[in-house]
């Protein structure tokens, strides 16, 4: 038996009026994904636990089988394993976004414009951190570039600051009054406005704003955490996994789980990802003998961040196109039974440009047991109409693993 996780980060949504009220999975063509609810096992379930943030690490641990409220120890943790940082004890790792702010005055009146800084590319990223590090890098702070936007600090004997705000929730607000105040917070308030004043005037980010685009002008720090520790998921599950995606969050949860994480080359954490490459690189694991390959795309969430529901239907279409219309083929050549698990791991609804802990629709297709399910659209709608309600996103791996009756 082979097993495939296709997780779409954020693809679920609210009704836009735009799109006659439904939502981009209703109206995205995306024939695999509604062929397998059609013969499979569909319903609702909840990945974020009730009191904590529905972020990516909690909901991807729990769709992994990882109870949130015992492994979630921040995201940024699982980034710098991903990106082979090896903390040591009194370390904390926090989450480094190179981030655009707008407007005049004190840093403090500035607005949000872009978490992403325009989905900045690595190459140009590398240059801005490059500079932080040689200007705030010290024996106890260690910046390390991570993918496009998303960066890390490790800062040895770091006070334990909790009053962080995510930046792609507070897009188009006044940072005033999202800055760390607290005592614990200064040292991060004040190296976020030092920050600004390194960058914003940097000749590459002069450059880019000729070329039409937002100045990469800010770090913005948040998700503090410490030293992650997972149980290794063939000791649990007996499988042997690989997990497929192009964020170092999700592969940090991977290697941390003892799974195997390929390179795949063109993997961006964007719209414009290499899906094919995703594509070949999951059918690559499978034949080199895992039994389980997680795929994450990142590319629906970063659209549901920026508004725009247009890319986020072409990036739904381009998953099913591009990625799990292929490996289910493939699956099926091999004339070997095997399972797939469809789902976002959280909504990150158009009109709120963020994450919510709402419940998302899951597939369950098993080769051996299609069934007409009745079902015609994959979509928020099919999830709540079923009737199936999992109260806890790590009951989808004991299903997947278990097979649903």
């Not at 941390?256 to 694991?285: F, H």
């Amino acid at each position: 038996m082979k097993y495939v996780v296709m997780l779409g980060d954020g693809m679920a949504d609210l009704p836009i009026a735009a799109l006659g009220k439904k939502t981009p999975l209703e109206v995205a063509y995306k024939p695999t994904m509604d062929m397998l609810a059609s013969k499979g096992f569909n319903g609702n379930v909840e990945t974020v636990p009730e009191g904590m943030v529905p972020e990516s690490d909690t909901a991807n641990l729990a769709v992994m089988g990882y109870d949130p409220k015992i492994y979630s120890k921040g995201r940024s943790p699982l980034e710098a394993a991903s990106m082979g940082i090896i903390m040591q004890d009194g370390e904390t790792a926090i989450r480094a976004n190179i981030v655009s702010l707008g407007g005049e005055g004190d840093y403090e009146d500035l607005v949000m414009l872009d978490h992403s800084s325009d989905e900045i590319p690595t190459e140009e990223a590398r240059v801005l951190v490059d500079a932080i590090q040689e200007h705030f890098g010290n024996e106890f702070r260690r910046f390390h570039c991570g993918i496009s936007y998303r960066h890390c600090l490790i800062w040895k004997n770091c006070p334990e600051f909790t009053d962080f705000s995510r930046p792609h929730d507070i897009i188009g607000r006044r940072i005033g009054d999202y800055l760390p105040y607290s005592e614990l917070g200064k040292p991060m308030r004040d190296l976020m406005k030092e920050s600004y004043q390194l960058l914003n005037n940097h000749p590459l980010n002069l450059d880019r704003e000729s070329r039409g685009l937002k100045r990469a002008n800010s770090l913005w720090l948040w998700s503090p955490g410490k030293k992650p520790s997972l149980p290794s998921f063939e000791e649990k599950t007996g499988l042997k996994a690989s997990v497929v995606c192009a964020v170092d969050l999700i592969k940090g949860i991977g290697v941390c789980a003892g799974m195997n994480v390929p390179a795949v080359k063109g993997a961006t954490g964007t719209l414009d990802t290499d899906y094919e490459a995703k594509r070949d690189a999951a059918i690559k694991e499978l034949e080199s003998g895992a039994d389980l390959v997680y795929i994450h795309v990142e590319a629906p969430d970063e659209c549901g961040h920026q508004g725009k529901a247009d890319d986020k239907i072409k990036a739904i279409e381009n998953i099913d196109k591009y990625i799990l219309s292929g490996v289910y083929e493939y699956l099926k050549s091999k004339e070997e039974p095997f399972r797939i698990l469809l789902l976002p791991d959280h909504p990150t609804p158009i009109s709120a440009r963020t994450h919510t802990r709402a419940p998302v629709p899951f597939v369950l297709y098993d080769s051996e047991k299609e069934k007409e399910s009745g079902i015609s659209c994959y979509c928020e709608k099919s999830g709540a109409e079923s009737g199936v309600y999992l109260e806890r996103g790590e009951m989808l791996m004991e299903l997947l693993i278990g097979g649903a009756n």
